[in-house]
């Protein structure tokens, strides 16, 4: 499923039908947030590390990697718990974030599943996650 709107486009890959139930349980979204300075204020890289402070200070994070995958790049990936305030359940994200200072672009790519389901989904959110490759031009 894809999405567009206020200078984002939005990918969904899910297990569950999300146009039939309006959210996931398990999935990936990708969100691509174009000439992110204009609405923020901040290069696309400084948006990639309040983006983690800001999930570190409301979520529990067992782990954070960072690298730059090229100049002008700025890469951050960590794996977050969160309840979900809708269910009360724990939720499981794998998110990286990519902010492409050249090009004005900031990516947010996340698997995200609920806790008791993390153990079987990891294989699936690692080769998604791990094999992701961003055109560093756009």
Request: hydrophobic fraction near 35%.
């Amino acid at each position: 499923m894809e999405q567009k709107g206020n200078g984002t486009k939005a990918f969904f890959v899910s297990k569950e039908s999300i146009e039939r139930e309006g959210k996931f349980k398990t999935g990936l979204s990708s969100n691509i947030v174009i000439n992110i300075r204009k609405k923020t204020g901040i290069a696309p890289s400084a948006n990639v590390i309040f983006l983690f402070d800001s999930l570190k200070n409301t979520s529990v994070y067992r782990d954070i990697r960072s690298t730059r995958p090229a100049a002008d790049m700025t890469q951050l990936s960590g794996l977050f718990q969160t309840k979900s305030p809708s269910s009360g359940n724990t939720i499981v994200q794998y998110l990286t974030a990519i902010g492409n200072d050249k090009t004005g672009t900031m990516y947010i790519v996340q698997f995200e599943t609920q806790e008791a389901d993390w153990d079987k989904n990891a294989p699936i959110a690692n080769a998604l996650i791990h094999n992701l490759v961003i055109d560093d031009t756009c």
